[in-house]
C-alpha cells in the first residue's frame, strides 16, 4: 500500500495572497492530479502530471500554477487567492491512465 | 459544460432496500467509468469501476449497469446498509488522464 500526503491540512490565507499546496506521495505512481471540492459541484480538476516535470491543464486551471519537481510530488499555488477560493483541494495519484486514483485527505483552503 | 449529469442529488432509501444512482454522459469517446464514495470528513474511494466491453459489473452488493446506445450508467445498492450512508460520485474517462466526475449523490440510508 501507498499514501498520499498532503500539506498543510488547513490554510487560511488573505485575499490578493499567493499560496502554496503540497503533495507527496509514496505510491509510485507515474500521475498525480489537482482536484478542487466545492460543495455541491463535485470534483473538478484543475491540473494533472503525467510524469515528473510534466504538466496538463485540467477544466480549472486558470488561477492556478502546478509543479511536478519529482515523480513522488506534485505542488498546486494559488496565484492570488479570491473569497470564493473556499474549497477542499484534493491531491490524487494512479499508475497510469484510466486507473483507479487514489486520494489525500486534502487541504481545506479559507480566504479572509 | 456538464458532461457527466448525476441524479439524484439527494436520496433516502430505507435499510435493506436497493438504492439506484443514476449518471449520464455526453461524450461517445469516454471508455471508463467508476464509481468513488466518500465518507463524511473522508476522501473519496473507488467503489467499482466498468468499462463498455460489458453492459453490467457486480461487486458484492454493488451493481453497476451500462447503456452505450443511451449514454447512461447507474449503480444499484442491493439491500442498503446504514454504513452506506455517503455521497457516491460517478465518473467517465477516455483513453487520456482526464476523468470527469458528476457532482455527487447523497446516499442516506435509515434503519
Known amino acids: 500500500g501507498g499514501i498520499i500526503t498532503q500539506t498543510p491540512k488547513f490554510l487560511i490565507g488573505q485575499e490578493g495572497q499567493k499560496l502554496t499546496l503540497k503533495c507527496q506521495q509514496n505510491?509510485?505512481?507515474?500521475?498525480m492530479y489537482w482536484y478542487r471540492q466545492d460543495s455541491g459541484k463535485g470534483l473538478r480538476l484543475i491540473y494533472y502530471?503525467?510524469?515528473?516535470?510534466?504538466?496538463q491543464k485540467g477544466d480549472l486551471s486558470e488561477g492556478y500554477d502546478a509543479s511536478r519537481e519529482k515523480k513522488s510530488s506534485f505542488s498546486l499555488t494559488v496565484t492570488s487567492a479570491q473569497k470564493n477560493e473556499m474549497a477542499v483541494f484534493l491531491c490524487?495519484?494512479?499508475?497510469?491512465?484510466?486507473?483507479?486514483?487514489?486520494f489525500g485527505k486534502g487541504t481545506r483552503l479559507t480566504v479572509v | 459544460q456538464q458532461q457527466v449529469r448525476q441524479s439524484p442529488q439527494s436520496l433516502t432509501v430505507w435499510e435493506g432496500e436497493t438504492a439506484i444512482l443514476n449518471c449520464s454522459y455526453e461524450?461517445?469517446?469516454?471508455?471508463?467509468f467508476p464509481w468513488y464514495h466518500q465518507f463524511p470528513g473522508e476522501s473519496p474511494a473507488l467503489l467499482i469501476a466498468?468499462?463498455?466491453?460489458?453492459n453490467k459489473k457486480e461487486d458484492g452488493r454493488f451493481t453497476i449497469f451500462f447503456n452505450k446506445r443511451e449514454k447512461k450508467f447507474s449503480l444499484h445498492i442491493a439491500d442498503s446498509q446504514p454504513g452506506d450512508s455517503a455521497t457516491y460520485f460517478c465518473?467517465?474517462?477516455?483513453?487520456?488522464?482526464?476523468?470527469?466526475f458528476g457532482k455527487g449523490t447523497h446516499l442516506h440510508v435509515l434503519p
Open positions: 490524487a495519484s494512479s499508475i497510469g491512465e484510466n486507473t483507479e486514483v487514489f
Open positions: 505510491f509510485n505512481h507515474d500521475t
Open positions: 502530471s503525467i510524469t515528473e516535470n510534466d504538466l
Open positions: 461524450d461517445s469517446t469516454f471508455d471508463y
Open positions: 466498468i468499462r463498455p466491453v460489458s
Open positions: 465518473a467517465a474517462g477516455t483513453n487520456a488522464y482526464k476523468v470527469i
